[in-house]
T-cell receptor, first 114, second 113 residues
Framework: AQSVTQLDSHVSVSEGTPVLLRCNYS??????LFWYVQHPNKGLQLLLK??????LVKGINGFEAEFKKSETSFHLTKPSAHMSDAAEYFC????????????FGTGTRLLVSP | EAGVTQFPSHSVIEKGQTVTLRCDPI?????LYWYRRVMGKEIKFLLH????????ESGMPNNRFLAERTGGTYSTLKVQPAELEDSGVYFC???????????FGPGTRLLVL
């Protein structure tokens, strides 16, 4: 079985300050991990994914995440927030092999103030 | 290249009525997935097609939901009869092969009154 816990439902930051969105996972299998973002009235967009290669994964728009097996975490970070980063972010886990049914966290809404 | 498209973007119906949602995957993508987000909950898997065959429908909530993918191109998801708890956002995603990234559509927002 697999599950994801996003520890914060809302995160507020000021423009130009660092972003940290926290995610813990549970998986009976070797996992693949993803972060997706959804801007208002848009589809879910893949930010980055981990599939058992390098543990530090770089994504689009300056985001990155580090896979820490010992802590079962996959936190999303960005050094400096931009107003356009305001959106809802989803941490997602799936099996690393075979059929990839995605299991989503409940989402974290990121608010960026000027 | 066009992305995954879904129609309609919004639907408001009364309890007991029927609604059909449509998804057009990215051209050439054999794998098509349906997911649903009920208000206040996480996005959950409904089912997966490989071409026109249902690979996994373990997430379908009950027999009021019927998904089809005739000809292995677009897919429809019919809810008949709709209940209040069916309200939510229905997402469709597609991928070229199973292990590849799933690309999502914008979703259909369904409200059952």
């Amino acid at each position: 079985a697999q599950s994801v816990t996003q520890l914060d439902s809302h995160v507020s930051v000021s423009e130009g300050t660092p972003v940290l969105l926290r995610c813990n996972y549970s998986s009976s299998y070797s996992p693949s991990l993803f972060w997706y973002v959804q801007h208002p009235n848009k589809g879910l967009q893949l930010l980055l994914k981990y599939t058992s290669a390098a543990t530090l994964v770089k994504g689009i728009n300056g985001f990155e995440a580090e896979f820490k097996k010992s802590e079962t975490s996959f936190h999303l970070t960005k050094p400096s927030a931009h107003m356009s980063d305001a959106a809802e972010y989803f941490c997602v886990v799936s099996r690393n092999t075979g059929f990839q049914k995605l299991v989503f966290g409940t989402g974290t809404r990121l608010l960026v103030s000027p | 290249e066009a992305g995954v498209t879904q129609f309609p973007s919004h639907s408001v119906i009364e309890k007991g009525q029927t609604v059909t949602l449509r998804c057009d995957p990215i051209s050439g993508h054999d794998n098509l997935y349906w997911y649903r987000r009920v208000m206040g909950k996480e996005i959950k898997f409904l089912l997966h097609f490989v071409k026109e065959s249902k690979q996994d429908e373990s997430g379908m909530p009950n027999n009021r939901f019927l998904a089809e993918r005739t000809g292995g191109t677009y897919s429809t998801l019919k809810v008949q009869p709709a209940e209040l708890e069916d309200s939510g956002v229905y997402f469709c995603a597609s991928s070229q092969v199973i292990k590849e990234t799933q690309y999502f559509g914008p979703g259909t927002r369904l409200l059952v009154l």
